[in-house]
């Protein structure tokens, strides 16, 4: 595996430089280490040009967050040139375990402490350190909001009140929100319109906020409002081919859009579409966006995300073109917390969707394959954990649409790696899709896993797959039966020190085949990731010397 380089940058570093600008990439919960590994690799692999021409002369040094279990990886870069290349790489589709690409604006950050002790070291100003001291405060008010609702739920206690605010404070907030859902709701020209009261449709009532929630929302809004100039800094910075500029001048159209990715911060009554509503409202107070501008949902010129991150941001350093830092082993299953121990908002706006990569599926009606970064970083584990010298054979025992063995082939052969992958399942019509666009480097096997593998002897280096779980694919008492089966049979196949990675969401079951089969696996490594929202656990594991 690969020794990390970077080094922690000084405690008293400031947390915004100006010179420096900041791309937060959207990756799946639970993998972030193998996401920066990941970008880090592909950034050195295809470098922007101007670091191409001034390599000989300096290297180009960026600092990079991935915060575990924050569904976020973000990379800062010294100039503007820099930053713009590397978005020119994620548009063309070649950061490959990225969902979305965002230029960040500000981050606020509460650390988990006390908001009595939050000083204004490390913020540009008093203000910034008032508004850390102001996410802090939220946070800590939902934790004990989101705790004291566990209790009722669980029956420990029979109610459950929001006495978190002070009286005076409480009202306030309340009748600030009862002031912007009136403007909300009630049109200009129906305010002194007596009839508009007798006609107008009855609307269903909505959940009143608790006092966190709705100290949360109005954070969000100073958050937007508070930085106007910013995103016209922002637009200014756009000015790719086809960026967010350019569609905004031929198509002058934006949304707001609240990200709390696999629902990490736990709301009860607040709704997306809620706050997104209200972003929009005060997103309509900035110059930048004026009454010519249009509301669109799908695919506008601007779009504005605030985006919630359930940690701390921690910055290093680190040399493009070095050996990106080795994504550390946890001693011990590793869960996302289910409440989050620290909060990070942060406001930046969404770059356009990037261009498919080539060697990915397009859209399929019908059977959903896992999302390809998902399988990309799968298959990234698989890679950094094999063995040198291991046989160049590789299995997905479950392949379906072919998702990881695509994504393990095209990562071998960026990173020059001799690999031949098998893509078995018991089903045919997925394997011959998919060999749809690659019908010579994918050798797809029909078989039953849960009888016998069509091998023979320990011909594999290794294995991978996201294996089958849930009701639509097999019940519990199936699974239970299934994994021992499978990982008997791919002791059969695969070498010793071969190694093998393996998802599911059947934790229990999981464990259970492994004690029965430790004679055969070592497991190295377990921790959490979110598939959709769901929560799954992720195995890395080596063949032992066994026969």
């Known amino acids: 595996m690969h020794t990390t380089t970077s080094t922690p940058m000084p405690p008293d570093a400031p947390s915004a430089p100006p010179n420096l600008l900041t791309l937060a990439f959207h990756v799946p919960t639970g993998?972030?280490?193998?996401?920066?590994?990941?970008?880090?690799?592909?950034?050195?692999?295809?470098?922007?040009?101007?670091?191409?021409?001034?390599?000989?002369?300096?290297?180009?040094?960026?600092?990079?967050?991935?915060?575990?279990?924050?569904?976020?990886?973000?990379?800062?870069?010294?100039?503007?040139?820099?930053?713009?290349?590397?978005?020119?790489?994620?548009?063309?589709?070649?950061?490959?375990?990225?969902?979305?690409?965002?230029?960040?604006?500000?981050?606020?950050?509460?650390?988990?402490?006390?908001?009595?002790?939050?000083?204004?070291?490390?913020?540009?100003?008093?203000?910034?350190?008032?508004?850390?001291?102001?996410?802090?405060?939220?946070?800590?008010?939902?934790?004990?909001?989101?705790?004291?609702?566990?209790?009722?739920?669980?029956?420990?206690?029979r109610g459950w009140k929001a006495q978190a605010l002070e009286p005076a404070e409480h009202a306030a907030i309340q009748q600030q929100q009862q002031q912007q859902q009136v403007a909300a709701e009630v049109p200009p020209h129906a305010v002194d319109d007596p009839a508009h009261a007798a006609h107008a449709e009855p609307r269903t009532p909505t959940p009143t906020p608790t006092p966190g929630e709705a100290l949360l929302l109005l954070t969000l809004q100073h958050l937007v409002t508070s930085h106007f100039a910013a995103l016209a800094r922002a637009l200014e910075l756009l000015h790719l081919p086809g960026g967010a500029q350019a569609q905004a001048q031929a198509r002058p159209t934006f949304r707001a859009t609240f990200a709390n990715p696999s629902r990490l911060l736990p709301l009860s009554t607040l709704h997306t579409r809620d706050v997104e509503t209200q972003l929009g409202e005060a997103l309509t107070l900035s110059p930048c966006v004026t009454r010519a501008w249009r509301v669109?949902?799908?695919?506008?010129?601007?779009?504005?995300?605030?985006?919630?991150?359930?940690?701390?941001?921690?910055?290093?350093?680190?040399?493009?073109?070095?050996?990106?830092?080795?994504?550390?082993?946890?001693?011990?299953?590793?869960?996302?917390?289910?409440?989050?121990?620290?909060?990070?908002?942060?406001?930046?706006?969404?770059?356009?969707?990037?261009?498919?990569?080539?060697?990915?599926?397009?859209?399929?009606?019908?059977?959903?394959?896992?999302?390809?970064?998902?399988?990309?970083?799968?298959?990234?584990?698989?890679?950094?954990?094999?063995?040198?010298?291991?046989?160049?054979?590789?299995?997905?025992?479950?392949?379906?649409?072919?998702?990881?063995?695509?994504?393990?082939?095209?990562?071998?052969?960026?990173?020059?790696?001799?690999?031949?992958?098998?893509?078995?399942?018991?089903?045919?019509?997925?394997?011959?899709?998919?060999?749809?666009?690659?019908?010579?480097?994918?050798?797809?096997?029909?078989?039953?896993?849960?009888?016998?593998?069509?091998?023979?002897?320990?011909?594999?280096?290794?294995w991978l797959s996201d294996l089958p779980w849930g009701t639509r694919h097999l019940s519990p008492r199936q699974l239970s039966a299934l994994y021992p089966a499978v990982l008997r049979r791919l002791a059969a196949v695969v070498g010793a020190g071969g190694a093998g990675v393996a998802m599911s969401a059947a934790r229990r079951t999981m464990d259970g085949a492994l004690r029965g089969a430790r004679r055969w696996w070592a497991t190295e490594a377990c921790w959490e990731a979110r598939v959709g929202g769901r929560a799954v656990w992720v195995w890395l594991l080596r063949r032992t010397l066994e026969p």
Not at 367 to 388: D, G, N, R, S, V
Not at 393 to 422: K, M, T, W, Y
Not at 447 to 457: D, E, I, T, V
Request: glycine fraction near 6%.
């Open 296 to 462: 669109q949902l799908v695919d506008p010129a601007l779009d504005v995300h605030v985006r919630v991150l359930p940690s701390r941001l921690h910055w290093h350093t680190h040399t493009l073109g070095a050996a990106p830092p080795a994504p550390p082993l946890p001693a011990s299953a590793r869960a996302i917390p289910a409440f989050p121990p620290a909060l990070t908002l942060l406001l930046a706006v969404a770059l356009p969707a990037p261009a498919p990569a080539a060697h990915r599926l397009p859209q399929l009606v019908g059977p959903t394959p896992l999302a390809p970064p998902i399988a990309h970083l799968l298959a990234l584990i698989y890679l950094l954990a094999a063995p040198p010298g291991a046989s160049p054979l590789a299995l997905d025992p479950f392949s379906g649409l072919g998702s990881i063995p695509r994504e393990l082939l095209a990562l071998a052969r960026q990173r020059q790696h001799p690999l031949h992958v098998l893509a078995g399942d018991i089903s045919l019509p997925s394997l011959l899709l998919s060999q749809q666009n690659t019908p010579r480097i994918l050798s797809a096997l029909q078989y039953s896993a849960l009888h016998a593998l069509p091998l023979r002897g320990p011909a594999l280096g290794g």
């Open 31 to 157: 993998l972030e280490d193998y996401a920066l590994c990941s970008l880090l690799a592909q950034l050195a692999h295809r470098p922007p040009a101007s670091h191409t021409a001034d390599r000989a002369h300096q290297p180009m040094r960026l600092q990079y967050a991935a915060p575990p279990a924050s569904a976020h990886v973000l990379l800062r870069f010294p100039t503007p040139d820099l930053l713009q290349r590397a978005a020119d790489l994620y548009a063309r589709g070649e950061l490959w375990a990225a969902w979305g690409a965002f230029v960040c604006l500000q981050e606020w950050a509460g650390d988990g402490g006390d908001p009595e002790d939050l000083g204004p070291q490390g913020a540009a100003d008093g203000r910034e350190a008032a508004d850390e001291e102001q996410t802090e405060r939220v946070r800590q008010l939902l934790e004990r909001e989101w705790k004291d609702l566990q209790r009722a739920v669980g029956g420990r206690a």
